[in-house]
């Protein structure tokens, strides 16, 4: 049992080291493009904000399957990659299916991949709502500042 905690660890550990340097790159990159973002009109750059997240954050799920799919596979678990993958997609987003099952021995690893993808779900939630709130305040402070009245000098 010892070896699957150790893999487990190593597994999520790296997943959540990877998709942390994503998220904080893509908060750099927010940032930088925030003042594009301010500029009117503002539904058309909020939807290019939403969407860039969304690119990112659809491309870390897909490179955690991936590493859990050939981590089953360097383990011997699974005997091709389109097995592994298959098993991989369906633990990693919790969806549970059970047409595909893993020799017992590694049985417990298929549910740290699970709790993986569900720590994963959570963040990439917060992290579109967070980049949304962010956007929107800064819209909205320079929409009310370009409605405000000059001041007679």
């Known amino acids: ?31 930088r493009s925030l003042p594009w973002f301010t500029r009117a009109p503002h539904a058309p750059r909020l939807i290019a904000m939403m969407s860039a997240t969304i690119a990112v954050s659809l491309a870390m799920v897909i490179f955690n399957v991936w590493a859990w799919a050939w981590c089953y596979k360097a383990l011997g678990i699974f005997d091709n990659i389109s097995d592994a993958l298959y098993f991989s ?23 740290i991949t699970a709790v993986n993808g569900f720590i994963y779900i959570g963040m990439i939630s917060a992290m579109i709502l967070d980049m949304v709130r962010r956007v929107r305040l800064a819209q909205d402070a320079a929409a009310k500042a370009a409605a405000k009245p000059a001041l007679p000098t």
Do not use: Y
């Not at 369906?90 to 047409?99: I, P």
């Open 1 to 31: 049992m010892l070896p699957v905690f150790v893999v487990g660890f190593v597994m999520v550990t790296g997943s959540m080291v990877v998709s942390v340097l994503s998220f904080f790159g893509l908060e750099s990159w927010l940032a």
């Open 89 to 111: 997609i369906v633990a990693f987003t919790t969806l549970g299916l059970n047409d595909i099952a893993m020799p017992q021995e590694w049985r417990l690893l298929g549910g």
